[in-house]
């Protein structure tokens, strides 16, 4: 099975892709590849920019990645009690491509801050705008307090609670 897993942040130690790692590497006989959205910059998205530019072979790789997988792993980073810039400016210019950014492929969405919310404000919204892109949402978890919940030496989720939910999300795969 081959599992795509990023963070939906741009930040170096992105705590969402460690998260999305972690998450990625419970699916037993996963492929996982995990990729960096800064390797996806774009400029900002606009329809004046799309005229000029087309669309760009950042947008086009990101989709193929995600058309390759079986299982899509994202942990989503809030800022402001939404999407990362990055991620949203990834997103909008893919679905220009195809609005179908999900392709139906079974998706595990996450999302973690430093935080007691856990950025389960943007997750809220990702879950709820999935339809939309056609993404097969298997579960949709997050893990409040990060450096309390997550044992950074050992790149692991320490919250039981969390683990087992994480678990019997992954069974359904
Ligand atoms: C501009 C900005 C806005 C933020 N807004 C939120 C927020 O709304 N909710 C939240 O839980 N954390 C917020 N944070 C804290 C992030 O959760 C924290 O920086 C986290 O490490 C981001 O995830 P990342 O490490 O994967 O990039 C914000 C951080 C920044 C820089």
Do not use: C
């Amino acid at each position: 099975m081959k599992v795509l897993a990023f963070g939906a942040s741009n930040s170096k130690n992105s705590i969402n892709q460690q998260l999305a790692l972690y998450a990625a590497k419970q699916i037993k006989g996963g492929e996982v590849s995990l990729i960096d959205i800064n390797d996806f910059e774009m400029p900002i998205f606009s329809e004046d920019r799309e005229k000029e530019l087309g669309s760009p072979q950042q947008a086009q790789q990101f989709f193929k990645a995600i058309g390759e997988a079986d299982v899509v792993v994202i942990s989503f980073a809030e800022h402001n009690g939404s999407y990362t810039a990055a991620y949203k400016n990834l997103f909008d210019w893919t679905s220009r491509i195809d609005m179908k950014v999900f392709q139906n492929k079974s998706v595990i969405m996450l999302a973690t801050s430093p935080g007691p919310g856990g950025a389960s404000s943007v997750l809220g919204a990702a879950q709820g705008s999935a339809p939309y892109f056609a993404a097969d949402v298997k579960g949709a978890l997050s893990l409040a307090s990060f450096y309390d919940n997550f044992d950074l030496e050992k790149g692991a989720v320490t919250d039981e609670t969390f683990n087992q939910q994480l678990l019997d999300i992954v069974e359904t795969l």
